[in-house]
């Protein structure tokens, strides 16, 4: 069983910044990848970046250069420096991590926070 705990959202203007965090608990394996998404109204969630238990990064277009996914695996958790806030980044912020267990076969499995609301005023 792992909770995860999302903080950091709130209002911004645009260019401003917010950093999000969210923390892991439970049983957690050592091999994993942790991760935003978001979601606006109407809108189908979408990963925003996410990082494995090694460091390595990816973005969605749409944030590169802006947004820093970073994390401390001794701490179990996630964080995501968001830099350069636009308005179109106004969402529902969703921390997850996923997996497989170390069974065969292998299977996935996902948990996710309860949502960060970040929205960015112009």
């Known amino acids: 069983q792992v909770q995860l705990v999302e903080s950091g959202g709130g209002l911004v203007q645009a260019g401003g910044s917010l950093r999000l965090s969210c923390a892991a608990s439970g049983s957690i394996s050592s091999n994993n990848v942790m991760g935003w998404y978001r979601q606006a109204p109407g809108e189908e969630r979408e990963l925003v970046a996410d990082?494995?238990?090694?460091?390595?990064?990816n973005y969605a277009d749409s944030v590169k250069g802006r947004f820093t996914i970073s994390r401390d695996n001794a701490k179990n958790m996630v964080y995501l420096q968001m830099n350069s806030l636009k308005a179109e980044d106004t969402a529902v912020y969703y921390c997850?991590?996923?997996?497989?267990?170390?069974?065969?076969?292998?299977?996935?499995?996902?948990?996710w926070g309860q949502g960060t609301q970040v929205t960015v005023s112009s």
């Open positions: 990082i494995t238990s090694s460091g390595s990064t």
């Open positions: 997850k991590l996923g997996g497989y267990t170390r069974t065969w076969p292998p299977r996935s499995y996902a948990y």
